[in-house]
């Protein structure tokens, strides 16, 4: 798929899920210790990073903090002062998702909780266990200027 029809598909399935995702997910509120906005558009490219081979981003990895277990987390992808961020809830937990899954919740956070004030950004639970937590956020310029790409 070209970058365009992915960017499509995902907000097409944001529209399709966004009713029973918002139900488990928290977007971040002034006065909460998250204070630096974030830009849709930014966040937008951001998710694009996550799966950018679709052919592989549909299998299942596992996810933990365990060097000889899947893929190790914390992981981010980045652009601009957006950050996307996965990790697991406690230093012991793994969990089992797809990078394409993965890639169309943070496109609903995105949509529900970036694209509207305050863009703040939120988090949710999520994985074949809900031992995941997925986190957009505005990063400080500095840290955030790793990759701008």
Same mark, same amino acid.
């Given at each position: ?12 399935? #944001? ?6 995702? =918002?139900?488990?997910?928290? @977007? ?5 210790? $998250?204070?630096?906005?974030? #830009?849709?558009?930014? @966040? ?26 899947? %893929? ?7 652009? &601009?002062?957006?950050? $996307? !961020? !996965?990790?697991?809830? =406690? ?10 899954? !993965? ?9 529900? @909780? ?6 703040? &950004?939120?988090?949710? $639970?999520? &994985?074949?266990?809900? %031992?995941?937590?997925?986190? $957009?956020?505005? #990063? ?8 701008? =790409?």
């Amino acid at each position: 798929m070209k970058l365009i029809q992915v960017r499509q598909f995902l907000l097409w399935v #944001a529209a399709m899920v966004a009713t029973v995702s =918002s139900t488990q997910m928290d @977007c971040f509120k002034p006065g909460s210790s $998250i204070s630096r906005p974030t #830009a849709f558009n930014k @966040c937008s490219i951001a998710v694009e990073k996550m799966a950018p081979d679709m052919r592989l981003a549909r299998k299942p990895i596992r996810f933990s903090r365990n060097h000889d277990e899947g %893929l190790k987390v914390p992981l981010d992808w980045r652009h &601009g002062n957006c950050v $996307i !961020l !996965l990790d697991v809830l =406690s230093d012991t937990d793994s969990d089992t998702a797809t990078l394409f899954g !993965l890639a169309i919740q943070a496109n609903v956070l995105n949509n529900l @909780c970036v694209i509207k004030e305050p863009h703040l &950004g939120g988090s949710i $639970i999520l &994985g074949k266990d809900r %031992l995941l937590n997925l986190t $957009i956020l505005g #990063a400080s310029s500095a840290r955030a200027a790793i990759d701008t =790409s």
